[in-house]
């Protein structure tokens, strides 16, 4: 079950490039790089506890790894945080790298789709990054829209 | 700092005759139709309130309705969950519901998980996490869901006396910030008097749910709610597409005014049967209809509505075996028009079939087709069909809600025509098999008769409060201008009442009845 939409997977790209706008990807070290996950995290564990931010990452974690073999070598602990994250870094061309970060987010943001709906989902994300709110929108008429004007 | 909300209803004085001023108790509009009013008007604004009851039996959708209900972004709802249902799957399940606005979410109705605070520290951190995130948000309401898990963890680890202590903290905290609360757990019936909670509490709603045959019925309590006047008892619960909806063993009748003293007879559109009442049904009377099929009680009850159209007093037919067409195509063969009444929004057919209706639904939607068209005449046609269209856990509570119903209407001036269907047997008259006489006023019996090789038909008016009646058995017939009552009395015959009467004077001449004709198929 493929729940990392082309739509999720370009939201997710947007979101990593927002976030690590005005450096480049080798400036990061490994803490840094699932920084949207960490600001997703923040407000999902208050939502849900960490132990249901732990399973929800832990399940997009597996349906990625599916995608991109890399993410296989890494895993979410207790505390909803990965691990083996630095060896996968030091190992891995930085395009691999990116395409398991989109990958991770992509399902992360597609099972809470799966579960809260679009619209929740949508909010979620909206209300972290309010800057972002206008171009956020997941549903298929938009989806339609988009292609459209492509 | 305190916003105006406009969910409020004032159900408190602030003045008295004589004396000070006392607080007026605003109460919460629960956002729950027909809840209200059992609550004796909402919620008490900044009381602390358990929702409590089995698994199942609605008490988070409660607390969300309430919450949706009452969430403004200045005063908004902070939802606590703890170790309870999950927040994603209750954010699942609940937006099915009507009431769910998702764009209340996360300004008005906020979701705060403390189960690891519950799992990780203390009783004071729990607290302390409540008071900070209330504060910080000047937040309305509180929900806590579910306090059964925290209060059993906290049990687990310190005393009874530390989660009281605790239960009085955030009681006293909360009810000084201003803010409603709602502890929502699963509790047993047994627990309301062991447990402690329930006497710190201000109030107590429990909801249960019993399965009796094929059928479930949900079922709501008010227990306790201090400073309100509550509607006691259980009420009936149905949980649908809008959320729960209750519905009041009172009815909503409570407070209706008192019918006139001077009570009009109306006429039942039968000019000899109005004679034979003294001149017409009293208003306000329960009259009932009793016989075997097809004597014509759905004739006589059409045509009673149709004289009160006809004299400008708007009617209900409440039916439960024929289709309303078989009533507005009737009529029309009796020369009656109660299409136009349905047209102008003075007459309304309900047609109530389901067979899983609560008594207390049927009879609310009932009351809102008379409120609808400020109907002054009712018709049940009939009792034995409302009763078989209600789920089989109903049935018991039928004559206890039918009694209440009836009562309230007639009390209110509303005239309302029963029908029964009564088995002749052919030795005495029975007026029903029914227990039902106690809620009538007047009954009219209709049977069959064996007079000279034919089935006829007769009527009696058996019993008339308040007023006299004939003592006359009538025959009539149903002719194209409806029930037709056509002899006199009869005293040739002894024994008509008990359908096979014998001849007491001479044979009457009389002409042979033609052979029916065939009905042309349309």
Redesign the interface.
């Known amino acids: 079950m493929n729940q990392a939409t082309p739509k999720l997977q370009a939201l997710a790209r947007d979101l990593i490039v927002h976030e690590t706008l005005g450096r480049t990807l080798s400036e990061f070290d490994a803490a840094t790089v699932f920084q949207v996950i960490e600001r997703l995290r923040a407000h999902l564990?208050?939502?849900?506890?960490?132990?249901?931010f732990q399973a929800?990452l832990a399940r997009a974690l597996a349906l990625a790894s599916v995608e991109v073999l890399w993410l296989s070598k890494i895993h979410v602990n207790a505390a909803g945080t990965f691990e083996g994250l630095e060896t996968a870094h030091r190992e891995v061309n930085p395009a691999e790298f990116l395409k398991g970060r989109i990958a991770v987010l992509a399902h992360l943001l597609g099972l809470l789709e799966a579960?809260?709906?679009l619209?929740?989902t949508e909010?979620?994300v909206a209300?972290i990054w309010p800057e972002l709110r206008s171009t956020i929108s997941l549903s298929a008429d938009s989806e339609v829209q988009s292609d459209a004007a492509k | 700092m305190t916003q105006p909300n406009d969910n409020l209803k004032t159900t408190g004085s602030a003045e008295t005759l004589n004396g000070p001023a006392k607080v007026a108790i605003r109460g919460l509009l629960t956002g729950v139709s027909g809840l209200d009013d059992i609550l004796g008007g909402g919620i008490p604004e900044f009381s602390l309130t358990i929702v409590g009851g089995t698994p199942g039996s609605g008490k988070t959708t409660l607390a969300h309705q309430i919450a949706f209900a009452n969430a403004t972004p200045n005063r908004p709802v902070l939802y606590f969950t703890i170790l309870g249902e999950p927040v994603v799957k209750m954010l699942r399940y609940q937006q099915q519901f009507a009431f769910f606005d998702t764009a209340k979410i996360g300004s008005d109705v906020r979701f705060i998980n403390l189960s690891d605070v519950v799992m990780d520290r203390d009783l004071n951190a729990v607290l302390d996490e409540i008071m900070k995130q209330v504060t910080a948000a000047n937040a309305g309401i509180v929900v806590v869901d579910s306090f059964r898990s925290l209060a059993r963890k906290a049990l687990s680890e310190v005393g009874e006396a530390e989660v009281q202590s605790f239960v009085h903290r955030l009681s006293a905290f909360l009810t000084s910030s201003q803010v409603t609360t709602f502890l929502v757990g699963e509790y047993s019936d047994g627990e309301i008097e062991e447990n402690s909670l329930f006497t710190i509490v201000d109030g107590i709603i429990w909801l249960s749910q019993v399965a009796e045959r094929n059928s479930v019925l949900r079922k709501l309590q008010v227990v306790k709610l201090r400073g309100q006047a509550t509607v006691p008892g259980l009420h009936t619960v149905r949980i649908g597409y809008d959320g729960l909806q209750a519905f009041s063993r009172s009815l909503g009748l409570m407070g209706n005014k008192p019918r006139p003293a001077e009570r009009r007879q109306l006429s039942t559109g039968i000019p000899e049967l109005d004679n034979m009442l003294g001149g017409g049904i009293h208003e306000g009377d329960s009259l009932l209809i009793a016989g075997p099929s097809g004597t014509g009680k759905s004739a006589l009850a059409t045509q009673f509505i149709a004289d009160g159209l006809r004299h400008g007093e708007p009617g209900i037919m409440a039916i439960f075996e024929e289709r309303p067409e078989g009533y507005t195509e009737r009529a029309e063969a009796f020369g009656l028009n109660l299409r136009a009444g349905e047209e102008k929004g003075t007459l309304e057919i309900l047609y109530l079939r389901p067979l899983d209706l609560s008594v207390d639904e049927t009879m609310f939607a009932i009351l809102d087709a008379i409120k609808r068209v400020r109907a002054k005449r009712l018709v049940i046609d009939s009792l034995v069909g409302f009763e078989m269209a209600l789920a089989p856990g109903f049935r018991a509570d039928f004559r206890e809600s039918l009694y209440r119903m009836i009562g309230a209407l007639t009390g209110a001036g509303i005239t309302i025509l029963s029908t029964v269907e009564v088995e002749d047997n052919f030795s005495s008259l029975q007026f029903s098999h029914y227990a039902i006489s106690f809620l009538t006023d007047d009954i009219i019996r209709l049977r069959y008769v064996e007079i000279d090789g034919q089935l006829r038909k007769v009527l009696v008016v058996i019993k008339m409060r308040g007023g006299n009646h004939s003592k006359d058995i009538r025959e009539y017939v149903i002719s194209d201008r409806g029930v037709v009552v056509i002899e006199p009395r009869r005293t040739d015959y002894i024994g008509l009442s008990t359908g096979i009467p014998y001849r007491s004077g001479p044979r009457r001449a009389q002409e042979d009845e033609p052979p029916p004709e065939a009905k042309v198929a349309e």
């Open positions: 564990v208050n939502l849900m506890g960490t132990g249901g929800l579960l809260i709906g619209d929740l909010r979620l209300e």
